[in-house]
Antibody, heavy 116, light 109 residues
């Protein structure tokens, strides 16, 4: 069965960076994209971006343009999302999900809190 | 800025049928918008119900179905149950990005 297991919660100060990992299992990692979705407290989900592990092609939302880097390590079937220059608006649960045009399996979520 | 619209709330009687819709504030939804639908209960990760317009995700009962109705995507729930009471989100593809709707809070009463 497909599993996406994410790294643990993070607390960061404004201006810092965070890197969240997502280890996939139960399927051929290279055959599916990995997307990242975030959900701020009390808000709906918001797409952050996606990456194709096989081609390395990636895309991300304009809102995080220039601050986000999505990568994958195909040797360990792990995806990573790094977000820089954090502000309080980045406080959210970050989910990794399998897929590019739709999301069929979800990680458990990683709470990133940005606070001084 | 692309905006995806959903009904903020909807109510259905137990055993009844309800259709939730998902559209663009400007433009029409088609199969190339790759509409998908997700169910979320408080404190939990979203659960995938429907993807690529009308494909049910693994384990999703056939009470849930997806379609295109006019210029919108639609999620129809038949035989509504108390456990269906939660928030439903749709996602659409446009301009190389994925856009979430604001969600529909479904009440079963």
């Amino acid at each position: 069965q497909v599993h996406l297991v994410q790294s643990g919660a993070e607390v960061k100060k404004p201006g810092a960076s965070v890197k969240v990992s997502c280890k996939a299992s139960g399927y051929t990692f290279n055959n599916y994209g990995i997307s990242w979705v975030r959900q701020a407290p009390g808000q709906g989900p918001e797409w952050v971006g996606w990456i194709n592990p096989q081609s390395g092609k990636r895309n991300h939302a304009q809102k995080v343009q220039g601050r986000v880097t999505l990568t994958t390590d195909t040797s360990t079937s792990t995806g990573y999302m790094e977000l820089r220059s954090l502000t309080s608006d980045d406080t959210a649960v970050y989910y990794c999900v399998r897929g590019e045009l739709w999301f069929d399996y979800w990680g458990q979520g990683t709470l990133v809190t940005v606070s001084s | 800025q692309t905006v995806v619209t959903q009904e903020p709330s909807f109510s259905v009687s137990p055993g009844g049928t309800v259709t939730l819709t998902c559209g663009f504030s400007s433009g029409s939804v088609s199969t190339t918008s790759y509409p998908s639908w997700y169910q979320q209960t408080p404190g939990q990760a979203p659960r995938t119900l429907i993807y690529n317009t009308d494909v049910r995700s693994s384990g999703v009962p056939d009470r849930f179905s997806g379609s295109i109705l006019g210029n919108k995507a639609a999620l129809t729930i038949t035989g509504a149950q108390a456990g269906d009471e939660c928030v439903y989100y749709c996602v659409l593809y446009m301009s190389s990005a994925m856009w979430f709707g604001g969600g529909t809070k479904l009440t079963v009463l």
